[in-house]
């Protein structure tokens, strides 16, 4: 049996991170929305079925585009139900969160294309015997901010527990909570773990350096260097770079935010660069409700604290300013005086898009930019960025 995840038309709607990745392969609390799925159902991923563009997505681990059929047996799981990191029972024929269908076995083999149809998963799960789940939906792109201290403060025991921990030694401790640091994660000392309000996790391979304090509920990724300030109700993926104050944001993974600047309730894709005193504004001046740009248009949010979301490899100069609920497509390169407007379009090379990347040109940039993290940008991979970029750019020159 394999997971096989479903991008319905609502994941569709999630930039700017449709552009370049399924819905499965987003960061949600502690883990990728996949990685959620593998862990409370101990299977592994055949794939997901998703838009058309993303057909050459590829990352090392992640799920790949399916096109074929899909065999008997198989779980489709729709993408945006974060499933709880419990072990469920993994012999019923549906399963439901919330009163929702959230993931159907297959009885006989399915084509994609039909498995990808609205609607699918209910219409599978009407005939078979359905089993309750713990977990959250993302029904809008910023409950990702939304639900995160509440994942987190649940998702970090879980894999704390799981994990092959090191002793504390004379770490500075505050709070009740538990602090888990796995072996081979680095701690200098100076640090300050802050448990008032939730757990810490720290995997295997991170390194948090002198002059630190990480608040939880809080995980950071493998591999990932926090070298100063405060990180606070965060999710730092792996092989980051992270220094200043981050709030309640969630880092998907090789994000690099390696300089003082302020960043809050907001979403960075991969290969994310923050440019020197790049700082966001998470809160309006009249305390309102937060309006984020979508693809349907401005929409109000009902938060107040809401900052910006970045797509897979944006970048922003220094001293960049983003503003309240900022949206910033996949590729785009920001910079410029004032603040960003609500929304930057992919690959832009400016503020409004009016200048863009030449493919060349950003192919070049994002290989030699992941190529420092000995990370191949590969032929796949290269094709999943030409293929956004026509779409974004190219179709409409």
């Known amino acids: 049996m394999n997971l096989v995840f479903l991008d319905d038309a609502a994941a569709a709607d999630f930039q700017p991170f449709a552009l370049t990745r399924p819905c499965c392969e987003l960061r949600v609390g502690a883990l990728l929305v996949r990685q959620r799925w593998e862990m409370a159902t101990g299977m592994s991923t055949r794939g997901f079925v998703g838009a058309p563009h993303l057909t050459h997505f590829s990352e090392p681990g992640a799920a790949s585009f399916l096109s074929d059929q899909i065999p008997v047996g198989s779980i489709l799981v729709n993408s945006r139900c974060a499933v709880a990191l419990q072990a469920l029972d993994t012999r019923a024929d549906a399963w439901s969160c919330q009163g929702r ?29 359905q089993v309750a789940i713990e977990g959250r939906w993302l029904d809008n792109i910023w409950d990702m901010v939304r639900l995160l201290p509440e994942l987190l403060a649940a998702d970090v025991p879980v894999l704390g527990e799981s994990a092959e921990t090191a002793p504390l030694g004379e770490v500075t401790t505050i709070g009740s909570h538990r602090v888990f640091v796995e072996r081979g994660a680095t701690v200098e000392p100076m640090v300050l773990f802050d448990a008032t309000a939730g757990p810490i996790l720290v995997r295997r391979g991170a390194t948090i350096q002198a002059f630190t304090r990480l608040v939880g509920p809080c995980v950071i990724g493998e591999g990932s260097i926090v070298n100063g300030g405060r990180v606070a109700s965060s999710s730092i993926g792996e092989h980051c770079r992270v220094h200043g104050e981050v709030s309640v944001s969630i880092f998907t993974g090789h994000a690099n935010k390696g300089h003082e600047g302020f960043i809050g309730h907001s979403v960075l894709g991969r290969w994310v660069n923050l440019g020197a005193g790049t700082t ?112 974004e750019v190219g179709d409409k020159r």
């Not at 159907?104 to 609205?118: I, K, Q």
């Not at 309102?288 to 900052?307: S, Y």
């Not at 030449?358 to 192919?363: K, N």
């Open 101 to 129: 269908v959230a993931a159907v076995r297959l009885r006989s083999p399915m084509n994609a294309n039909d498995a990808g149809r609205d609607g699918a998963l209910e219409s599978l799960a009407a005939s078979g015997n």
């Open 280 to 391: 966001n504004s998470n809160l309006k001046n009249n305390y309102g409700d937060v309006a984020l740009w979508t693809p349907r248009g401005l929409e109000r949010t009902g938060m107040q604290f809401l900052g910006s979301f970045l797509g897979d490899h944006a970048k922003t100069a220094i001293l960049t300013r983003l503003t309240t609920g900022a949206v910033v497509g996949a590729g785009a390169n920001v910079y410029g005086t004032g603040m960003t407007p609500r929304y930057v379009p992919p690959f832009a090379w400016g503020l409004d898009g009016s200048d863009v990347w030449e493919l060349g040109a950003f192919l070049d940039t994002a290989e030699r930019a992941m190529k420092r993290r000995d990370v191949p940008l590969t032929e796949s991979a290269r094709r999943q960025i030409t293929a956004a970029w026509e779409r």
